[in-house]
């Protein structure tokens, strides 16, 4: 601690030798030609000699990520963009003055270099450096071997550290956006319209959770902050925008884990006179379109596994237990479909369930035990018991299961999507039995939504919505373990 205490005086000191010479150490602006990354994508293929016949002037700023000489001349590398570029520091060509001010230079300062490019002995791109300005000073020195920062700690505490230090942690970020970017593209193109929906609602629904809560003073009133915007969007619908999405911050009140964070992205959109079945196509497209857009092909690595994006299975949950199950005999869809038989098959297969156990959550536990692992390739598992499914659509043929799918890639539940229910008798009921579940001790049940139900009494045509995990999604596309990885700053306990 005491050397680190000395390291920070010493800089400091170092700040008012740069004041007393003159310069502002933290000036308003800089001009420049260009960034370090575009001399480095510019002028990395010229050679020494096409560069001296050109006499490239430029103008860069950037981060001091090494300094090495301290003589008349010396050499530093830039970090900016992404990308570092070398300079050369002469005293007989900057000047003794500025040289003086090279001089106070630490690793970690920014400043800015006015020179010619040229090629070292070594062929390195450098620039030969006229004149030096110093913009910030890095006054508290960078973690040991911060190049190679690993302490994940530290990583995910101190964000700005992580992404000076590690290239590949701002190529996530850099990939994320572009991901984001493309499913834009992808929806405007097909006439969707990008809305804003309340984060504090007065009512927490659109998903099973529990919410956050909070408490407006003003109105005087008890809020949640948004587990989904999905009644809010389906409000639209009745509006009359027939296609509209949000790419929206969701929050909910439960467990960390490396597929869970309290603070999350999903993107949700709705399409009006579609069923789950189009948005299935749809989900195919957009995934397949953003990927060749992002990665550049159709294939992308993903925990150890290589990942097609080029072909989607589908089964029904009943088909996809049965496919995956583990001993010789499968059950049978009756074994499957009857609250009693399947109560013998989940105790068959070693699983504990509470007494009074529904059939749907039953089929459910059924399902993440056999199946969920098994789900690498782009797999889309459809007709959920209705019971799992409050606002969706059940089907014509049987009404225990609903017209619902969810999506995985890489054994990660990366959508979720459903023809909507739409007549405002039926979803009273659902809300009816969605209460008692929460008198019965289900926090995480809706509650009874009067003034959506009041909207569906004027009319919802039939609609289509989806959910899709943008963080999951990011993990899938830059073969990420954790979502911590892929949220700049994610939620840590506060330090002691």
Known sequence: MGDKVDLIEQRSLKLEEIRKLGHDPYPHRYELSHTVAELVHEFSKKSGQELEQEEVSVQTVGRLVNLRGHGKAGFADLQGSGERIQIYVRQDRVGQENHQLFRLFDIGDIIGCRGTLFRTKTDELTIKAEQLDFLAKGLLPLPEKWHGLSDVEIRYRQRYLDLMANRKVRDIFIRRGRIISEIRNFLESRGYLEVETPMMQPLAGGAAARPFKTFHEALNIPLFLRIAPELYLKRLIVGGFDRVYEINRSFRNEGISTQHNPEFTMLEFYQAYSD?????????????????????????????????????????????????????????????????????????????????????????????????????????????????????????????????????????????????????????????????????????????????????????????????????????????????????????????
């Not at 499968?330 to 009857?338: G, N, Q, W, Y």
């Not at 009273?428 to 969605?434: A, I, N, S």
């Not at 929460?438 to 009874?448: C, L, N």
């Open 276 to 496: 789950y079945q189009d948005l299935m196509n749809l989900t195919e497209e957009m995934l397949q379109t953003v990927v060749q857009a992002v990665t550049g092909g159709l294939e992308v690595q993903f925990s150890g596994n290589s990942i097609d994006f080029s072909k989607f299975v589908r089964y029904s949950m009943i088909e996809a237990i049965q496919k995956f199950w583990k001993e010789e005999s499968a059950p049978s869809t009756e074994d499957l479909c009857r609250h009693e038989q399947l109560g013998a098959v989940v105790q068959k297969a070693g699983l504990d369930f509470e007494a009074g156990l529904n059939w749907g959550k039953m089929l459910e536990l059924l399902f993440e035990h056999v199946v969920e692992e098994h789900l690498i390739q782009p797999t889309f598992i459809y007709d959920f018991p209705t019971e799992l499914s409050p606002l969706s659509k059940t089907k014509d043929e049987d009404s225990r299961f609903a017209e619902r799918f969810e999506l995985f890639i890489g054994g990660l539940e990366i959508a979720n999507a459903y023809s909507e229910l739409n007549d405002p008798e039926e979803q009273r009921k659902r809300f009816k039995e969605q209460v008692e579940a929460r008198v019965r001790g289900d926090s995480e049940a809706h509650e009874m939504d009067e003034d959506y139900l009041k909207a569906l009494q004027y009319g919802m045509p039939p609609t289509a919505g989806e959910g899709i995990g943008i963080d999951r999604l990011t993990m899938v596309l830059t073969d990420s373990d954790s979502i911590r990885e892929v949220i700049l700053f994610p939620q840590l306990r506060p330090k002691s």
